[in-house]
């Protein structure tokens, strides 16, 4: 098996596209009991800074350290990773890679490393975290840590501390309730406004971020449905071919490539269940319905939307994409989700609106920066059928929890062997992901629904939410069935959004007021006026 996948490999992708997936996954070390996959995350760890700031000896070091990362642990054994890097600097003066004149001085440089945090930290770490990591990407540390910069956050402190409690508070009733091991569950959380991608709340772990490990933007685990979205808007920016009320088939199937294993989905429930529509195939998020859209729409289109939607990382076309079989870190489906959540907009996420000196000059701003990148109408039935997903699927939950004028939008995701609980969720301004899972990824037990979609709610009825009103593209009609009383008032609960022109014959038109949107328009702040002077920063981490 290993064979064929290494030849489908080479058919599908190049040589440096191959290598390109290693360095991002090679083991380099263990941070308690969480182990360093990538360089990426391996610079952060031990150098404290990201990758593409590294110097040629530190880049050496990681690249000696993948023979054998804990023999190489430069902490534990300095005098070894030493001598290692130096036979890497050497081999890398041999190809060319860097002058022999610089080899000994190179060689004579310390080892660099970031002090080894521990401890618990402040409930507001993560997030400052991920302040710094954009911050550097356009300042040297030196200059952020010696001249007084003044950065000026998107941090909510109150969202924060709810955020930090929610998450503490749930994972302790969790662990009674389903007598898992106390204190061993972790989990994190993104917060952000809807409309600009502004990043309100991070929370790294239970504790804060202990160890310097942020589970909210370094913790790569598999998302399993929370991609689902991406399969059904694929499908439905086929207008003529697909709409809501679309017929799929959830009957077991097998997928098979040459010389490959089969691959045959399955339901959560174990069921099949014959035709359905395809809301419903969503809503109540049919493994089979969705695998076979999937693979009907093309997975290279399933791939494309999630490229448009925010997920920059290298993506393979297996099938089992469609079902999630994906690692990727809270703040990326955080981003993800605001593309949808913003009628197709894609604002990249942000922590820093500008940045000052220590007299409070204006040096830099992070500007809003809002590209209409999926399709709006597709994007608008999506929201329609994850909005069915809170009213009658698998977060139906949260119906009975919250007001039903909030039109909640959402998506729960469990993957195989109830190893990570999922929950993203979004009223009309705030948009919150939720991890849940333990660091040595042994089983919980929980599903999205019945693990991080609590830790959601707890914290949702904490903020001030604003109803869920979606921008309707012009194309946008609404429909019901001709069988509904002519004089019965018309509401989203029986009529469905179609492009114009497909609704399904003996449908009868409908104008719902609930259905009725107005186009979202971007309030100015106060900041956003400074002068347009300033460098222009992005603010990806």
């Known amino acids: 098996t290993e064979a064929v996948m290494a030849l489908l490999l080479e058919w599908h992708y190049g040589k440096s596209e191959i290598l390109e997936a290693y360095i991002?996954?090679?083991?380099?070390?263990?941070?308690?009991?969480?182990?360093?996959?990538?360089?990426?995350?391996?610079?952060?760890?031990?150098?404290?800074?990201?990758?593409?700031?590294?110097?040629?000896?530190?880049?050496?070091?990681?690249?000696?350290?993948?023979?054998?990362?804990?023999?190489?642990?430069?902490?534990?054994?300095?005098?070894?990773?030493?001598?290692?890097?130096?036979?890497?600097?050497?081999?890398?003066?041999?190809?060319?890679?860097?002058?022999?004149?610089?080899?000994?001085?190179?060689?004579?440089?310390?080892?660099?490393l970031a002090s080894a945090l521990g401890g618990t930290r402040t409930s507001g770490s993560a997030f400052f975290d991920y302040v710094r990591r954009q911050v550097q990407r356009h300042f040297d540390p030196a200059i952020v840590q010696t001249q007084g910069l003044r950065i000026h956050s998107t941090l909510d402190p109150l969202?924060?501390?709810?955020?930090?409690?929610?998450?503490?508070?749930?994972?302790?009733?969790?662990?009674?309730?389903?007598?898992?091991?106390?204190?061993?569950?972790?989990?994190?959380?993104?917060?952000?406004?809807?409309?600009?991608?502004?990043?309100?709340?991070v929370v790294g772990g239970r504790q804060g971020s202990r160890g310097g490990f942020n589970r909210a933007l370094d913790a790569r685990r598999p998302v399993?449905?929370?991609?689902?979205?991406?399969?059904?808007?694929?499908?439905?920016?086929?207008?003529?071919?697909?709409?809501?009320?679309?017929?799929?088939?959830?009957?077991?199937?097998?997928?098979?490539?040459?010389?490959?294993?089969?691959?045959?989905?399955?339901?959560?429930?174990?069921?099949?269940?014959?035709?359905?529509?395809?809301?419903?195939?969503?809503?109540?998020?049919?493994?089979?319905?969705?695998?076979?859209?999937?693979?009907?729409v093309g997975l290279e289109q399933v791939i494309k939307v999630l490229q448009s939607a925010g997920i920059v990382r290298p993506l393979l076309a297996f099938p089992s994409i469609t079902l999630g079989a994906v690692d990727l870190a809270p703040v990326e489906i955080a981003q993800m989700y605001q593309s949808l959540a913003s009628g197709g907009h894609r604002a990249p996420l942000r922590t820093i609106r500008w940045i000052a000196d220590s007299d409070d000059r204006p040096l830099a701003r992070y500007p809003l920066r809002s590209q209409l990148a999926l399709d709006p109408s597709g994007v608008f039935l999506v929201n329609r059928a994850l909005q069915e997903v809170v009213r009658s699927g698998t977060a139906r939950a949260l119906a009975r929890e919250f007001p039903k004028s909030l039109a909640l939008a959402g998506k729960t995701g469990t993957t195989d062997g109830y190893r990570d609980s999922w929950f993203v969720g979004y009223a009309g301004?705030?948009?919150?992901?939720?991890?849940?899972?333990?660091?040595?990824?042994?089983?919980?037990?929980?599903?999205?629904?019945?693990?991080?979609?609590?830790?959601?709610?707890?914290?949702?009825?904490?903020?001030?939410?604003?109803?869920?009103?979606?921008?309707?593209?012009?194309?946008?009609?609404?429909?019901?069935?001709a069988s509904s009383l002519i004089d019965a008032p018309c509401t989203v609960g029986d009529a469905m959004p179609f492009v114009i022109g497909t609704q399904p014959a003996g449908m009868q038109s409908c104008s719902p007021s609930q259905a009725s949107a107005k186009e979202k328009t971007k309030s100015s702040s106060w900041w956003q006026g400074i002068p347009a002077l300033l460098p222009d920063l992005d603010s990806r981490p």
């Not at 003529?240 to 089969?262: C, M, T, V």
């Open 224 to 296: 399993g449905s929370l991609l689902k979205p991406a399969v059904y808007l694929a499908a439905l920016s086929r207008p003529h071919r697909y709409h809501l009320q679309s017929i799929l088939d959830d009957s077991p199937f097998e997928w098979r490539a040459n010389g490959a294993k089969p691959w045959r989905p399955r339901n959560y429930d174990r069921k099949d269940h014959g035709q359905v529509e395809l809301i419903d195939a969503l809503a109540q998020s049919y493994n089979v319905a969705t695998a076979r859209l999937g693979l009907t």
């Open 159 to 201: 969202i924060q501390h709810a955020a930090q409690g929610a998450l503490k508070d749930t994972l302790t009733d969790l662990e009674s309730a389903h007598k898992l091991p106390a204190g061993k569950m972790q989990g994190a959380i993104v917060v952000l406004q809807v409309d600009n991608g502004e990043v309100l709340a």
């Open 24 to 112: 991002n996954e090679v083991f380099l070390g263990q941070s308690g009991n969480r182990a360093i996959h990538g360089f990426a995350l391996a610079s952060e760890h031990y150098f404290g800074r990201p990758l593409d700031e590294l110097p040629a000896p530190a880049l050496a070091l990681l690249a000696g350290m993948v023979k054998a990362p804990s023999a190489y642990d430069p902490r534990r054994h300095p005098q070894r990773a030493r001598q290692r890097r130096n036979l890497v600097l050497a081999e890398l003066v041999r190809a060319g890679q860097i002058d022999p004149a610089r080899l000994k001085s190179l060689q004579a440089s310390p080892l660099g």
């Open 429 to 481: 301004n705030i948009l919150a992901v939720v991890w849940l899972g333990l660091d040595n990824n042994e089983p919980t037990g929980l599903t999205g629904a019945s693990g991080a979609l609590k830790v959601w709610a707890r914290l949702m009825r904490q903020l001030p939410l604003r109803a869920v009103q979606l921008y309707q593209p012009r194309n946008i009609t609404w429909a019901r069935s």
